[in-house]
């Protein structure tokens, strides 16, 4: 997820804005979760030997709360209610630091997916509220600087949460790895209850909503680029560690470093994506597609080529930081006066979608070999740039 332009829209206009620090609060919690949903991706040889399964089957952790999830989102809006969302996204991230406990301590894969479970609610719940209350806690024109904010820890979460897990992993074991992530959700919960202030709904919003939300042919449109794209970014992402270790010759000990630079080069396409976003939002998600099918394709064709294939698995990295932010930016804008419904909407698709991707992803892998899923990632993504390319602007009206 990523930052969306949001000014102006003033759903839940509070009293008095709400310290940035509440603000970053919330930010800590995107990273928190970003780093859990995640982290599997640089562990899943260690997982998967140590538990005695198939990385295809160890994929299954980032398959299930992608899944849950996108189950979890609409469902959040109905339970919501009434209950102040500053409780709400505490005991969202308690969830979260149980899940993580779960999967630390877990000895076969059952309870590990038992955890991910858990994952996968907190995960839901928490985009759907958390994500659309940067308006909220900052109203007027700083709600976009806010919503800014809070998605930026989602960028953290990839450029130092997913890869300093990694390196602590391979260090002290992927189990090591989880625990470390329980204990960072245990202190986000005491800094949100610390900071957030209470935040009592003043309009609810429920199924009503979301089924207004998905009658907007430009959501329609923008749900199909979700469907396409994460399912070919987690198709091929879930499964970037065995790939470069096996087919590009890259050694274990560079994993950590190049995720990281993934990681670094995702901040920038944030950046980049901002900018280009204000000018045009079709141009800017078309372009992000493109540039991760066409990185991912070479990736496949040049994989004897280590030289190579870093510099354009970076290239990937800056279109998929720059995905959020298109994304969000055409739904936002498609309905600025419902973004929890739209959030929920946002949510629900691509959480689903990045659990079919690893699903998928992973059934290719295990049936046809790593390169079946990159080529899902390329395809996938060139595909959406199409679609997305090919609609008219007269027709979203």
């Not at 089924?211 to 070919?232: C, D, M, R, T």
Request: include cysteine.
């Amino acid at each position: 997820m990523g930052p969306a332009s949001t000014s102006g829209v003033q759903p839940h206009a509070p009293a008095a804005a709400a310290p940035w620090a509440a603000v970053a609060s919330v930010g800590i919690g995107a990273f928190a979760l970003v780093t859990s949903e995640f982290l599997p991706v640089g562990l899943l040889p260690q997982i998967a030997h140590d538990l005695g399964i198939t990385p295809g089957q160890a994929g299954l952790m980032v398959t299930l709360p992608g899944v849950i999830a996108a189950v979890m989102a609409p469902f959040t809006l109905a339970f919501a209610g009434n209950l102040d969302r500053r409780h709400l996204l505490c005991v969202l991230l308690a969830m979260l630091a149980a899940a993580n406990l779960a999967v630390s301590l877990a000895t076969s894969l059952p309870v590990v997916l038992a955890g991910r479970v858990l994952l996968g609610i907190a995960i839901g719940g928490f985009w759907t509220i958390g994500g659309s209350l940067g308006p909220r806690l900052r109203p007027g024109a700083e709600g976009t600087r806010a919503t800014s904010l809070i998605f930026s820890g989602v960028s953290v979460g990839t450029v130092a949460g997913v890869p300093v897990g990694t390196l602590l992993g391979n260090a002290l074991g992927w189990r090591m790895a989880f625990g470390a992530a329980t204990a960072v959700a245990l202190v986000v919960v005491a800094v949100l209850m610390a900071v957030l202030p209470s935040l009592k709904p003043t309009q609810a919003q429920g199924f009503g909503d979301v089924g207004s939300v998905l009658k907007v042919p430009k959501v329609q449109v923008g749900l199909l680029a979700i469907l396409l794209i994460f399912v070919g970014q987690f198709g091929s992402y879930t499964y970037i560690t065995p790939y470069l270790l096996q087919h590009a010759g890259i050694g274990a000990g560079a994993i950590s470093a190049i995720l990281f630079g993934y990681g670094a080069a995702g901040f920038a396409g944030n950046l980049v994506a901002g900018w280009a976003a204000s000018r045009s939002v079709k141009g800017t998600l078309v372009a992000t597609a493109a540039m991760m099918g066409g990185a991912i394709a070479l990736m496949v064709t040049a994989a004897d080529h280590a030289l190579m294939v870093v510099p354009l698995l970076m290239v990937w990295g800056l279109g998929f930081g720059m995905l959020p932010i298109a994304v969000q930016s055409w739904l936002f804008s498609a309905a600025p006066s419902k973004l929890e419904a739209v959030s929920a909407v946002f949510v629900s698709s691509a959480q689903a979608s990045i659990g079919a991707g690893a699903l998928v992803g992973g059934l290719l892998l295990d049936h046809f070999g790593l390169p079946s899923a990159m080529w899902l990632g390329a395809l996938a993504t060139l595909l959406a740039a199409v679609a997305v390319a090919l609609v008219k602007q007269r027709s979203l009206a």
